[in-house]
């Protein structure tokens, strides 16, 4: 990948000898960032009134957003200072995605402050309306979302610049909350406001009712080219390579919660006059379970750091992340759901919610099929 | 005093005993002997004992200078058991004479160690063990047998718990040793294994007398001894650092490379599956020595062993099924008694076979997710019905 953004402070900070080794753990900035960040969602976004928000016309809380984007100033870490951003980096945002996975609570910010914003500074303008939009992303002002399939993986991005602005793509994430459309064509990318008169966008009845889906249609819709063919598709390939990459830190903090909620439940739960967490069966599903999840969190903090350094190893590190961690984040749900017993089956207990979004994110930005696809390129273990 | 200060003085030192014994003209016991004076062994142990009090880190700057002036080191696979488990607990649990007399051979490696600790009836519930050792005089008498014993057969001394008083629970009536593998009464019986060869002994004590000053710790106080071993034989994961395809993975994919003939698209899906978790693994470890480095030791160690088990049988299974006609055949089934432990090394077979022992030797799978359940989720024990039983009461 050509494009490094937000300054590589953590390996500037190591010793030579060092250099090539991930950084793989929290810094204290990042766990005060994860404070300020769960502490926020925990006020704002706790299950109730998640659940009441799925079930409302419009799921996103607009001033959870404005608190998360803009107060916190979450929205801007990929983005450097004089371009209106935090200058942090892809670390610091992996750690604003784990307390978004523990609460799934709806907010377009993997959509809009990762893969938006990255193809927005991909695109490296110093003025113009690409980097007007970059700010207001950064600031939480705007959001921006890429209109293409969620599903779509970083290893297609040369064939997403096809088409004209006349089109319809389906099951676009987030782009009910978006102002802006990112609609990469064989002319080059475009920005459409998602007001003009020719865009529609219906929503969808998603399985992951926590992150919409929305069908865009563009009839005679006006848009700005932001970029021609040859930048915006390297743009738009940084920008689900970013998307994919932490996704893994997502599905890493989705299956803590899932862990953490069900080795709780479990204490407390009495059959047999014992507590059911005592029953071996159960207590070695939930060791393995722990295994995988601090096995996910290595895979998803040497993605964040690769991204974060511009490591030429960044794509075989995302990969790796995808390929593993949303194996782990499904199993995490489903072990919830599992081992909640008839509770879990309600829609009362947020367990569903977690299930539905870990299988939401197993497919976005490619499955693990497709990563492994990825890895056996990138390792040179070719299939038959 | 800062670490830079630390590192620097203890380069400085290595580089005086480079001097003082060039380790081209030098033999290797006397060069490793003189190392252990210098504090350069473990320079984390106290002075005296081959080490200066220095933070654990610092080892590796002793390890990068040796190892830039190819000195002899004192081949820590062929003295693991000493290393990695009864010097550890010789140092915490033993008296200053027992330190001076047992560290410095063990570290040089003039003298290896074993552990007598599993018995027939005693393995993953070791505090159910029954050798006992009967006080007579300034001896105790020891009678019973153990299994599992990796080198007994090249060992000079051995760890060694047994039971001094059956009539309290079974955790309260056990003491420590150090036995003497040369005396009369102990019997090393080769144990042949699954592949063909014999890594593992039984060791008969019959009437074998330990004098009471190579006791360690308080007598009946032998399990919070054992402990310190145990604790130090599943801390073994986290110094070193691996490369990528480090492992047994490596192996296969080396394969897949350079035999396109052998490969089937489902081969490919299972090895692709298997090199991502691999890799992953060898991240965590990664992460985990970095906590270590960064004084915040994680939990994640438990969780090490558990992972390689799974991957060491899965992988070395696939590669077995990849080798297709090749893969029917075996080396040699030849009983032999080797000198170290040799996980990844020989052909495909024997790697399928010893790692099924990966998930058994050292507490097996299932015994470390109980630790990891209870310990670090916190989740409750199994209700036991062995607690405030005489160990001569209970079922066996």
Known sequence: MSAQTGPA??????????????????????????????????????????????????????????????????????????????????????????????????????????????????????????????????????????????????????????????????????????????????????????????????????LDLTRPLAAVTLTGASGTLLAGPGPAGAAVARGLLSGAGLLASEQLGLAEWCLTETVRYTRERHQFNRPVGSFQSLKHRMAQLWLEVVSARAAARNAADALATGSPGAPLAVAVAQAYCSKVAVHAAEECVQLHGGIGMTWEHPAHLYLKRAKADSIAYGTAGRHRESVAALTELPAP | MSTTTDAADIRRRTQELLAA????????????????????????????????????????????????????????????????????????????????????????????????????????????????????????????????????????????????????????????????????????????????????????????RIPDSRRLGPAGEGWQVARTTLMNERVSIGGARVPREGGMIGTVAKTWRERPGLRTHDLHHRLLTLWVEAEVARLTGERLRQQLVAGQPGPEGSGMKLAFARLNQEISGLEVELLGDEGLLYSDWTMRRPETVDFTGRDAGYRYLRSKGNSIEGGTSEILLNIVAERVLGLPAEPRNDKDIAWKDLAR
Not at chain 1, 196 to 201: A, I, K, L, Q
Request: charged share 25%; aromatic share 6%; proline share 7%.
């Open chain 1, 9 to 206: 402070r953590s390996a500037a900070a190591r010793t030579p000898e060092e250099a090539h080794t991930p950084d793989l753990l929290y810094s204290e900035t990042e766990e005060d960032l994860r404070s300020a960040v769960r502490a926020l969602l925990a006020d704002r976004a706790g299950a109730p009134a998640v659940i009441a928000a799925t079930e409302s016309r419009s799921p996103y809380d607009r001033r959870l957003w404005d608190s998360l984007a803009g107060g916190i100033g979450a929205a801007g870490l990929l983005v450097p200072e004089e371009r209106g951003g935090q200058g942090a980096s892809h670390r610091e945002a992996a750690v604003v995605l784990e307390e978004l996975g523990r609460s799934v609570a709806p907010a377009p910010y993997l959509t809009s402050a990762v893969v938006a914003t990255e193809i927005l500074l991909a695109l490296d303008a110093r003025d113009g309306p690409a980097a007007e939009l970059l700010a207001d992303l950064a600031a939480g002002r705007r959001a921006a979302v890429l209109a293409l399939p969620f599903a779509t993986p970083a290893a297609d991005s040369e064939a997403t610049l096809t088409g004209t602005l006349e089109r319809t793509v389906a099951g676009v994430a987030d782009a009910a909350a978006a102002d802006v459309l990112l609609v990469p064509t064989d002319e080059g990318l475009y920005a459409v406001e998602s007001a003009d008169p020719g865009v529609t966008v219906e929503p969808l009845v998603p």
């Open chain 2, 21 to 208: 014994h060039p380790p081209a003209a030098t033999g290797r016991t006397a060069f490793l002997q003189a190392r252990f004076d210098a504090g350069l062994a473990w320079v984390h142990y106290p002075t005296g004992l081959g080490g200066l009090d220095a933070p654990r880190s610092l080892q590796t700057v002793v390890d990068a200078e040796l190892a830039a002036a190819q000195a002899p080191d004192n081949d820590p696979r062929r003295i693991g058991i000493g290393l990695g488990m009864a010097a550890p607990t010789i140092l915490d649990h033993g008296t200053d004479e027992q330190k001076r007399r047992f560290l410095r051979p063990l570290w040089v490696g003039e003298e290896v160690w074993c552990q007598l600790f599993s018995e027939p009836g005693a393995g993953s519930d070791l505090a159910a063990l029954g050798t006992r050792a009967v006080r007579d005089g300034d001896d105790w008498v020891v009678d019973g047998q153990k299994v599992w014993t990796s080198s007994a057969h090249l060992a000079r001394w051995a760890v060694l718990v047994a039971r001094t008083d059956p009539d309290v629970p079974k955790h309260r009536g056990i003491s420590y040793f150090v036995c003497d593998m040369t005396d009369p009464g102990v019997e090393v019986r080769p144990l042949r294994q699954i592949t063909g060869e014999a890594e593992f002994n039984e060791v008969f004590l019959t009437g074998v």
